[in-house]
């Protein structure tokens, strides 16, 4: 008898046998289908909207808020897909990046327990690997390497099944606390 495997955990699993920089922390166990928090959720806890919110479900988050898994489905109607490029879509690297200190931000803000607004101070170690193109679903991990009450430094990742699409360093700090 064949075991099914959902899409999910295939996912996982592509993720955990990926090539190069091996994945932020294991995500074994995290049914990526299965979200903890939509983008309405998300919406309660960072101040982006409408096509500039890239995060479209938080998946999961430790107890500490240290890390956390989130999944952007790039549509084939994103805004840069027809000049980005007309012949041949692909994501520009500065929203991949975007939407990694996307789910930084809402993770050091559930943290903290209120939403507050982030002034993003530098982007570090960034490097693009694989093509993210429209019809793709991005894997994003974040894992806090330095956090206080009002600034994180975080790793982030972002995977399309078993390929590694980037990986960067987003320092951020709140500008204050905001009512969304």
Same mark, same amino acid.
């Given at each position: 008898?064949?075991?099914?495997?959902?899409?999910?955990?295939?996912?996982?699993?592509?993720?955990?046998?990926?090539?190069?920089?091996?994945?932020?922390?294991?995500?074994?166990?995290?049914?990526?289908?299965?979200?903890?928090?939509?983008?309405?959720?998300?919406?309660?806890?960072?101040?982006?909207?409408?096509?500039?919110?890239?995060?479209?479900?938080?998946?999961?988050?430790?107890?500490?808020?240290?890390?956390?898994?989130?999944?952007?489905?790039?549509?084939?109607?994103?805004?840069?897909?027809?000049?980005?490029?007309?012949?041949? *879509?692909?994501?520009?690297?500065?929203?991949?990046?975007?939407?990694?200190?996307?789910?930084?931000?809402?993770?050091?803000?559930?943290?903290?327990?209120?939403?507050?607004?982030?002034?993003?101070?530098?982007?570090?170690?960034?490097?693009?690997?694989? *093509?993210?193109?429209?019809?793709?679903?991005?894997?994003?991990?974040?894992?806090?390497?330095?956090?206080?009450?009002?600034?994180?430094?975080?790793?982030?990742?972002?995977?399309?099944?078993?390929?590694?699409?980037?990986?960067?360093?987003?320092?951020?700090?709140?500008?204050?606390?905001?009512?969304?």
């Amino acid at each position: 008898m064949s075991e099914t495997v959902s899409p999910a955990e295939q996912g996982a699993a592509a993720v955990r046998e990926s090539r190069g920089p091996a994945p932020l922390f294991a995500i074994d166990g995290i049914d990526l289908s299965r979200p903890v928090m939509d983008r309405a959720g998300i919406e309660a806890w960072i101040p982006h909207r409408g096509e500039m919110l890239l995060v479209d479900a938080l998946v999961w988050h430790d107890s500490a808020c240290t890390r956390a898994v989130g999944v952007k489905r790039w549509g084939r109607d994103e805004f840069w897909v027809k000049g980005h490029f007309p012949q041949k *879509p692909v994501c520009p690297g500065v929203l991949l990046v975007e939407a990694g200190a996307q789910l930084s931000c809402a993770l050091f803000n559930i943290g903290r327990g209120n939403p507050t607004m982030p002034s993003f101070l530098r982007i570090g170690r960034a490097a693009f690997r694989s *093509p993210v193109v429209p019809g793709d679903n991005l894997v994003l991990l974040t894992q806090v390497t330095k956090g206080g009450k009002r600034r994180f430094v975080c790793d982030v990742q972002g995977f399309v099944g078993e390929r590694l699409a980037f990986d960067a360093e987003v320092v951020g700090m709140t500008a204050g606390d905001v009512e969304l």
